[in-house]
C-alpha cells in the first residue's frame, strides 16, 4: 500500500509501561496487514515506571529496525520531542500519535490512503467530521474540547476540524518546518501546528477518527493547561 515510502511513528512516552506493549503491537498489525514499511519510533522522557526498560523488551521481540530507542533524561515537551525524534526517522513521512490507546492504529492506512489521493502535506485525524467521535470523556471535557476547537475556528479559521487533537500523518520536511517555526508548548502545541500549516500554504487533508480516553494511567489535562490554551489563542490571533 505504501508503494516505496516508509513511514516513521514518533511515540513520546512518559509512564505509558501498560499500554507500550499494546499500542506496539497493534502498529505492527496494522502496517504488515497493509504491506506499509515502517519504524516506531519511542522517545521515553525518564519515565520513572519503566516504560523504557519495557521498550527495549519490545525491541527484543520486533527488532531494532522497527522499534527505535531513542530515550531522553527527563521530561523535556511535546515540540522537542518530535524534533528528537525527527532527527533519527529514516522515513520520509512520519506519523505522530498518543502511546495511550486513545489514537488506534486501525486508522493509519485510511490517512495513508487520503494523503495519496489528495497529495497533501498533512492529514490530520478528525473527532468532529463524518463518523468521528470521542468515546470514554465525561461532559466537562467533552464541553472543554468542543468549546477550544470552536473557539479557535472563529478566531483564527484554520481550515480544519479538530485542531486539538494529536493522531496525524505529515510529510517529514513539512513537519520539520512546522515544530521548528512553533514557540507553543502544552495542550496548544497541536494547535499551532495547523495554524502554521495554513499560514506557509501546507494542504491538509482530514480522516474521521474515534477517540478514546486512556485505558491505563491518568490525563494530562488540568487547570494549566487550559490556561495555557487560552494563551495561546490569543497568541496566534495577534501573530496569525
Known amino acids: 500500500m505504501g508503494g516505496g515510502d516508509k513511514y516513521s511513528v514518533l511515540l513520546p512516552t512518559y509512564n505509558e509501561r501498560e499500554n507500550l506493549p499494546i499500542i506496539t503491537w497493534l502498529l505492527c498489525k496494522y502496517f504488515k496487514e ?62 505522530i500519535m498518543d502511546a495511550d490507546l486513545s489514537h488506534h492504529p486501525k486508522f493509519i492506512p485510511e490517512f495513508i490512503k487520503k494523503q495519496k489521493e489528495g497529495n497533501y502535506d498533512l492529514v490530520s485525524g478528525t473527532r468532529y467530521v463524518g463518523n468521528g467521535g470521542v468515546y470514554g470523556w465525561d461532559l466537562k471535557r467533552k464541553i472543554i474540547s468542543r468549546g477550544a476547537n470552536y473557539v479557535t475556528q472563529v478566531f483564527l479559521r484554520p481550515g480544519a476540524s479538530d485542531l486539538t487533537g494529536s493522531f496525524r ?24 501546528l495547523i495554524i502554521r500549516a495554513r499560514q506557509f500554504g501546507f494542504t491538509i487533508g482530514e480522516v474521521p477518527i474515534s477517540f478514546v480516553d486512556r485505558v491505563y494511567g491518568e490525563s494530562k489535562l488540568g487547570g494549566s493547561e487550559i490556561i495555557g490554551f487560552a494563551k495561546g489563542l490569543l497568541y496566534l490571533f495577534a501573530t496569525t
Not at 517529514?172 to 502544552?186: A, P, R, T
Request: net charge positive; with cysteine; aromatic share 8%.
Open 169 to 192: 500523518l505529515y510529510r517529514k520536511d513539512v513537519l520539520q518546518k512546522l515544530v521548528e517555526s512553533c514557540v507553543s508548548k502544552g495542550y496548544v502545541f497541536q494547535m499551532e
Open 34 to 95: 497493509s504491506n506499509i514499511n515502517y519504524e516506531i519510533i519511542v522517545i521515553d522522557d525518564g519515565s520513572p515506571d519503566g516504560t523504557l526498560e519495557v521498550a527495549k523488551k519490545l525491541q527484543e521481540i520486533y527488532g531494532e529496525d522497527r522499534i527505535v530507542l531513542r530515550p531522553r533524561a527527563k521530561k523535556l515537551g511535546l515540540g522537542t520531542a518530535y524534533i528528537h525524534g525527527i532527527k533519527h526517522a529514516t522515513g520520509n513521512y512520519v506519523i
